[in-house]
C-alpha cells in the first residue's frame, strides 16, 4: 500500500524535529578501546588481558590518512554517546533523502 503524498511530507516534518534532539551533540568517528602489555615479565599483565582499559577515537577522511586521538576516561562515555548521536542523525538524514527522492519521483514539490 503506497503512502500518500501528505503523509510522506509529515513523516518529513517529524524527522526534521528529530534532528534538534541533538543540540550539535555529535562526533564522527570510532571508539577504540585497547589495552597494552608494558613488557614487564613480572608484571600482571605478561599473562592477563593488559593495562588498561584505554580509549581512543579514530576518524577517517577521504584521501587522508585516519586521525587517532586520545580519549581521557573522564570524557570516554560522553564521547560515546556523541558517536552514537552521529550515527542516529545520519540514519535520519538518510530517511530523509528517501522521502525527498520519493516526492521527486512522484513530482510533488519539494
Do not use: W
Not at 6 to 25: A, M, T, Y
Request: net charge positive; glycine share 6%.
Amino acid at each position: 500500500m503506497a503512502i500518500s503524498t501528505d503523509e510522506l511530507r509529515k513523516n518529513r516534518q517529524d524527522l526534521i524535529n528529530q534532528l534538534s534532539v541533538f543540540d550539535g551533540k555529535i562526533l564522527r568517528g570510532s571508539v577504540i578501546e585497547s589495552y597494552k602489555k608494558c613488557g614487564n615479565p613480572g608484571c600482571k599483565c605478561a599473562t592477563g588481558t593488559g593495562h588498561g582499559p584505554k580509549y581512543s577515537m579514530t576518524v577517517n577522511f577521504p584521501k587522508q590518512r585516519p586521525e587517532n586521538d586520545y580519549i581521557p576516561l573522564e570524557y570516554v562515555t560522553q564521547v560515546k554517546e556523541y558517536v552514537s548521536n552521529y550515527h542516529q542523525f545520519k540514519e535520519i538524514i538518510e530517511q530523509i533523502c528517501m522521502i525527498n527522492r520519493e516526492l521527486l519521483k512522484r513530482r510533488e514539490k519539494l
